[in-house]
């Protein structure tokens, strides 16, 4: 009952930037965390960044001081601004978000992932 559609990935030279967007839609009655995670091929799914409604951050120790996350909560989207990066960043990136629906369950929901390639 819970969509989320992510945008933003692409092919990037080493020290470029990316911002990767990621809107929820459904019967949403709130959403309590959005977050970013990635997989490269062979490896597992990793957390990258998550966010609280109340705007609490936190992020994996490999981008802190260079990715951003933020939220729109009255947009239900959620945003990572990709600065500095690395081709060790290459993955492709999967949306999350954890809340509760208008009739009362609580849901988890996953994007379909977008690929972020950085490579010179």
């Known amino acids: 009952q819970v969509q989320l559609v992510e945008s933003g990935g692409g092919l990037v030279q080493p020290g470029g930037s990316l911002r990767l967007s990621c809107a929820a839609s459904g019967s949403i009655f709130s959403i309590y965390v959005m977050g970013w995670y990635r997989q490269a091929p062979g490896n597992q799914r990793e957390l990258v960044a998550t966010?609280?409604?109340?705007?609490?951050?936190n992020y994996a120790d490999s981008v802190k001081g260079r990715f951003t996350i933020s939220r729109d909560n009255v947009k239900n989207t959620v945003y990572l601004q990709m600065n500095s990066l690395k081709p060790e960043d290459t993955a492709v990136y999967y949306c999350?978000?954890?809340?509760?629906?208008?009739?009362?369950?609580?849901?988890?929901?996953w994007g379909q992932g977008t690929q972020v390639t950085v490579s010179s």
């Open positions: 966010i609280t409604g109340g705007g609490s951050t």
């Open positions: 999350n978000a954890r809340g509760r629906l208008r009739r009362g369950d609580d849901f988890v929901s």
